[in-house]
């Protein structure tokens, strides 16, 4: 039996869900794994936390956690830049094991904490900050360690996936499935973080950091949302065959990496397009293991503390242990392929006017642009603007994006046109 | 660093994988986790096995590698119970860690050596052996360490997989489909094994003892494979909006475990469906973490041959480290449901005459047995016998069958009534 006697600083959704877990589940754990976990302490500002939890050692300074000699394992839960950064800071300069869901801080602080994780001897667990409940960082880490990844594409963020969904399966424009979901308590009341694909993005970069060895700031991704996506191409997409998932993608080219968040659409018989509300998935593209999917709840309060748990077990049964066997969380800046210069293929929607010559002055600029046409769509309209799709064969996505521009500027268009990213996915 | 010294037994198609993938990865694997492998010998009584591994220590005597003291860690990949049982025993009494994807020899006596490596301090390592190159085994172990599962669903045999998914997608009678399958490597030229289901209910054992702490013999388990299964299933699951698939299931109410393998049919919609060809996936009902799908190949040289690189890697850096946080696999006996017993929904086929009032018979015996129907379908045919297809509501398997076979015995009907499970999957 090894003791690991952790503080918890946050007892929000995730904070009280790791309580409960643990509570209940202690002697599971311990049965299982030898590991026997004490709640040292736990910190929390909100003004009834001690009533909330009598049972603990309840404080408001989260130094009380992270300079506390008799606590192993600090369990940040607070969330984005701010205090969480400093709280986490100050637990690895104590040389504390720090386990955290915080994606946002790991994606923008990453090298400088996992840089004095190393300095002080110490590890950062960050399962439960992709994919929620999906061991999937545990699985590329260990289960998948001979692999070398072609590609992983995710659905990272329930809140735009949940949206996509109703939809599609209830018919719904995207402001009243974004209701729906604010209803629901998927989507917060500003919305920007999931919807914009910022959430999405972090958790790409940390995906990228661990399978590819390489470090992607942000800010050099594209990053696109699913705002602009119409009723329209949800309808559409569905008749070609395909269905319209918010996808972090990230490529490994031969040490050329590609990384971008984009509504995409997916092969309906593939399983990524299975993944329905607010599930996550992560399909992985492997050298020696072929393809293969995780699929599981993305957030919310047990699903989420799960996998926090399972840091504090894996990361409580390494400490003092860790020099020999430390994991390599600090990488090299990707070398990344600009935007526009990917390959891919493109669903366009021109909204034109019904006039003779449309469509070849419409083929005409895409061949100019050196976009070539792999399906043409137009059905007959009772009324103007007429709706044509074009799936594009294989070409940069800077291509598209010229092609479409000039063809925008032409007098038959009517309205902005809509591209999506089309994904074969193997 | 940390050296791990192998011995590999068995060089057929997983050990050749293992071989290249180490040749090719072990510097990717010492930086990824400090571990670095050393193949000390390797032993293989095939007569050209120094000319395919001229750079190997070779031996044709598996003591040669099992008693050897300059190894740490012995991969048994001979498969089978005969001779690999003897080589797994020699291992551990010589205190050595061992990895195995033989789920038949873990499965039928598993107890006895989980028991000897307990006795000697050390582990048995065997992700290989559920679901190929899924790290499904780490993932219930340490991912998934605060849950309890109360359920598993596991698409778990390749081999009946791709058989009916071209049976599906090619219009294909079973014979015609087994005999693509032997063509192209997916099945055995006898291919009892895989088909009858054995091979799935060797994993649903593992399984379960990993996630219900139970240890269940198959012989106490119903297995039925695929062999029985038409064209005419087929189509009529997807007409109902399901298709079938060969699941091994384990359920756990409440202490009662449930376990069989057999032809189910799935919601179109749910994940597994999407699972094709020789692809694995495994479904857990879980109590924190909800609802989870893994799934990847499960079979194959190299995609194998990574889920064993990867045990070597976990056991071996815990090598001289066991006492502490040893896993537990040695489980009592469960608890099991007896066959029959077990409550579901169920797929009807009878072929009958056609004649009035035959529905009132069938209907009439189902009732007498408290089978309750939830959906009858009989299209008008132009010749007898005629299809009426029933599904019923959620009842006692034996029920079902009692009823089945008075019907059976009524001179309307003119051939064996098929049944299939029917599963919801939440």
Redesign the interface.
């Known amino acids: 039996?090894?003791h690991v006697r952790i503080g918890i600083i946050g007892a929000g959704t995730v904070g009280t869900?790791l309580i409960q877990?643990i509570k209940e589940?202690a002697t599971?754990?311990l049965?299982?794994?030898?590991?026997n976990i004490n709640i040292t302490k736990i910190c929390d500002t909100s003004p009834n936390i001690k009533e909330r939890f009598q049972d603990y050692n309840i404080t408001s300074n989260y130094k009380e956690i992270t300079e506390d000699k008799e606590i192993d394992l600090v369990v940040e839960l607070v969330g984005g830049t701010g205090i969480a950064y400093t709280i986490v800071k100050s637990a690895l300069e104590n040389s504390k094991t720090v386990v955290t869901a915080n994606k946002a801080l790991l994606s923008e602080k990453g090298a400088e904490l996992f840089d004095l994780a190393k300095k002080n001897n110490v590890e950062i667990g960050y399962?439960a900050s992709v994919g929620g409940?999906?061991?999937v960082i545990?699985?590329i880490?260990?289960?998948?360690?001979?692999?070398?990844f072609k590609g992983i594409y995710g659905i990272l963020n329930g809140t735009t996936n949940f949206i996509l969904t109703k939809m599609e399966e209830e018919d719904l424009d995207y402001l009243t499935a974004l209701r729906i979901a604010q209803e629901l308590g998927f989507a917060e009341k500003d919305p920007t973080f999931d919807v914009e694909g910022i959430d999405t993005a972090h958790k790409v970069s940390l995906l990228a950091g661990i399978a590819f060895g390489r470090k992607i700031d942000i800010k050099s991704m594209y990053v696109e949302g699913i705002s602009n996506i119409s009723k329209s191409e949800i309808i559409t997409a569905k008749n070609l065959g395909y269905r319209i998932k918010l996808l972090g993608i990230c490529k490994n080219n031969n040490g050329k990496i590609e990384a971008q968040v984009q509504p995409t659409m997916v092969p309906l018989?593939?399983?990524l397009?299975?993944?329905?509300n607010e599930m996550n998935a992560i399909f992985l593209d492997?050298d020696?293991?072929?393809?293969?999917?995780?699929?599981?709840?993305g957030a919310?309060s047990?699903?989420t503390?799960?996998?926090v748990?399972?840091d504090i077990?894996?990361y409580g049964?390494r400490i003092g242990?860790v020099t020999?066997?430390?994991?390599?969380n600090i990488f090299p800046e990707a070398n990344l392929t600009p935007h526009g210069q990917e390959m891919g293929r493109y669903y366009i929607r021109f909204n034109t006017l019904d006039r003779p010559g449309v469509l070849a002055e419409i083929s005409h600029l895409l061949g100019k642009n050196g976009v070539s046409i792999s399906t043409v769509r137009q059905d007959e309209s009772p009324k103007e603007p007429v709706e044509v799709i074009i799936i594009t064969h294989r070409c940069k996505e800077s291509f598209v994006r010229e092609a479409i521009k000039e063809i925008d500027s032409l007098p038959i268009i009517k309205s902005k046109s809509v591209i999506v990213r089309l994904e074969e996915l193997g």
Chains 1, 2 share one sequence.
């Open positions: 039996m090894k869900g877990i589940k599971t754990v049965h299982r794994s030898g590991i399962e409940t999906i061991p545990r699985s880490k260990t289960g998948l360690i001979a692999n070398d018989e593939h399983s397009a299975s993944v329905r492997t020696f293991s072929g393809p293969l999917m995780f699929s599981g709840k919310g047990l699903p503390a799960s996998a748990l399972s077990v894996f049964s242990n020999e066997f430390s994991e390599n």
